[in-house]
């Protein structure tokens, strides 16, 4: 393949945004097809690991984000039965020198508008919204994809970008998704409305019997992110629909009041079904790939959905420049470093939500294993995880 020219990008989430960037800065025009009416975030609140800051410095935008974000002081896991504190890990200036970069927290749309406001920046970029993809061919000599409207778009290269129920990967994998049987309640409160006890410049996540909380602050401190988490009484279906303070209630009786207090606070709930995949072993074939939740959607356990998608866009754009522009070589290059980290971020992240919501004897072996731990054992831990940068981004990890 002679070097890569143009590429359409199929999503505008973050991790479409950013590697319309990525590609960009590489030499590739991109288009971007965004199903929505514009283009933007929903949601509320993001965690960003250092390794997701390498990324957004990789991508030109790490100021920004900075800027835009609340620097925290630690990560804290909690028991929701007695409210005694399981983990404590600083992100102070220690963690920083260690790992070269923040530990924070920013509200989705302000982390999506930092990285698609530098792409738009880019003479490369253009994008059309309204825009649903409804068929993909790859022949040997480029890409197209047609619309519900019947509107045909052709490149050389596609990059799906178009989250958990991705079109581009049903045309290429046709796997089915494991609905976990979680469901998630997100939701933002003022910070006037946050219990004074509560108002704690970290991520703090409450363990419970097959539930949990967690809350941390959002711009400036304004306001405060809360997201709970409970195993489901019925059969799930995924999806997002509106839900009520009564269901969330009665999922948490049995909890300490002090992290119960904030149950009360939303006025307004979002309800998630979620659901992961399991990982494969190929993410496309020819001039196809997937990159962030296309390609390995993951509960948020670990908090590391938007960091890996942002991680994708810049090992994508770095391998295909290892190639010399041959994208096709750059999508497996790219595939044979990020499926196996994405992978372990997958199974690792159910393993996190078994602890989490760890009960009877099984909470109390989990309360002990990080007994007697030093700062500095926790950051060689999270070593794999967070040592993440541009310059090893091409080497397994």
């Known amino acids: 393949m002679s070097k890569t020219q143009s590429a359409i990008v199929v999503g ?18 991109v288009m971007l097809l965004e199903q929505a009416h514009e283009i933007g975030e929903i949601g509320a609140g993001i965690q960003l690991g250092p390794n997701a800051f390498s990324a957004l410095d990789s991508l030109g935008v790490g100021q920004v984000a900075r800027e835009r974000a609340v620097h925290t002081d630690h990560i804290s ?11 404590r ?8 020198d260690h790992f070269g970069g ?11 508008d930092t990285v698609w406001q530098a792409a738009l920046k880019n003479p490369r970029v253009s994008y059309k919204t309204s825009t649903k993809v409804v068929d993909i061919r790859v022949n040997d000599d480029n890409v197209e994809v047609f619309d519900e409207e019947g509107n045909r778009y052709e490149a050389d290269i596609l ?31 003022d910070s006037e409305n946050m ?15 097959r539930c949990h909380l967690v809350h941390y602050p959002l711009r400036g401190g304004s306001q405060y992110n809360l997201v709970v988490t409970f195993h489901s009484r019925k059969e799930e279906e995924w999806g997002v629909t509106d839900g009520s303070k009564e269901e969330v209630l009665s999922y948490f009786e049995g909890i300490h009041p002090r992290p119960r207090q904030m149950l009360d606070k939303p006025t307004s709930w979002r309800r998630w079904a979620t659901a992961d995949r399991e990982p494969v072993a190929s993410w496309g074939h020819g001039r196809v790939t997937l990159l962030g ?13 938007a960091c890996m998608a ?3 866009a810049v090992t994508l754009g770095e391998a295909i420049k290892a190639c010399d522009g041959d994208a096709v070589k750059g999508f497996r290059l790219y595939e044979s470093v990020r499926i196996p980290r994405t992978a372990r971020i997958v199974w690792s992240t159910r393993e996190m939500g078994r602890l989490y919501h760890a009960e009877g004897v099984e909470r109390q072996v989990r309360n002990l294993l990080w007994q007697g731990k030093t700062q500095q054992e926790y950051y060689r831990a999270l070593e794999w995880l967070y040592g993440w940068k541009e310059e090893n981004c091409l080497k397994p990890r």
């Open 12 to 29: 505008g989430g973050i991790g479409g945004a950013a590697t319309a960037l990525s590609l960009a800065r590489a030499g590739i025009n």
């Open 77 to 87: 896991m909690m028991d929701a039965i007695d409210a005694h504190e399981v983990v």
């Open 89 to 96: 890990i600083e992100t102070g200036q220690a963690f920083r």
């Open 102 to 112: 923040p530990y924070a927290v920013i509200h989705r749309v302000d982390i999506h």
């Open 159 to 189: 990059v799906g970008c178009d989250g958990g129920k991705s079109v581009v990967r049903a045309s290429t994998l046709g796997d089915k998704p494991r609905v976990t049987g979680h469901v998630v309640y997100r939701a933002v409160i």
């Open 195 to 209: 219990p004074e006890d509560l108002r704690i410049n970290a991520p703090v996540l409450w363990a419970g019997p």
């Open 293 to 305: 939740d296309a390609a390995h959607p993951v509960a948020q356990y670990m908090a590391q959905g």
């Open 310 to 312: 942002l991680e994708d």
